[in-house]
């Protein structure tokens, strides 16, 4: 069974990026909202959410937020992309409450390997394994 991935990116040519990067890999489920993010979640349960940091209407942060607030969210890792690297926007996606955070441009290899880590490192705090 396929593990299931939910990618919020306002940018459309993110999403068909990462969505030829990972196709086969993961059942993805892609959105441009952190709005959607969070009906799609409901529905799908993913194990694991890529969200961008910046959107219009909703940004990452307060995306996260809300998604903390949901019943079915639990331990689901969620990996922040983002184009801005300085050191404000990672220590406060730390502190939102990502596992993890990826700059843009992605490359394929490094986006491959932190999913993997954050779906096991989820995985291993389910079952209450350090």
Sequence with gaps: MM???LVVDDNVSFLKQVSVL??????LFLTKSGAMALKIGAQEKPDLI???VEMPEMDGFETI?????????????????SGNQDEATKAKAFESGAADIIS??????IL??????????SGDAAKGQP
């Design 22 to 27: 990972l196709e086969g890999q993961y059942e």
């Design 65 to 81: 937020a809300r998604l903390k607030k949901e019943a079915w969210f639990g331990s689901t890792p969620v990996v922040f992309i």
């Design 112 to 121: 491959l390997n932190r999913i993997e880590l954050n779906m096991r490192d």
């Design 104 to 109: 843009k441009p992605v490359e394929k290899e």
């Design 50 to 52: 890529l969200l961008d």
């Design 3 to 5: 593990k299931k991935l």
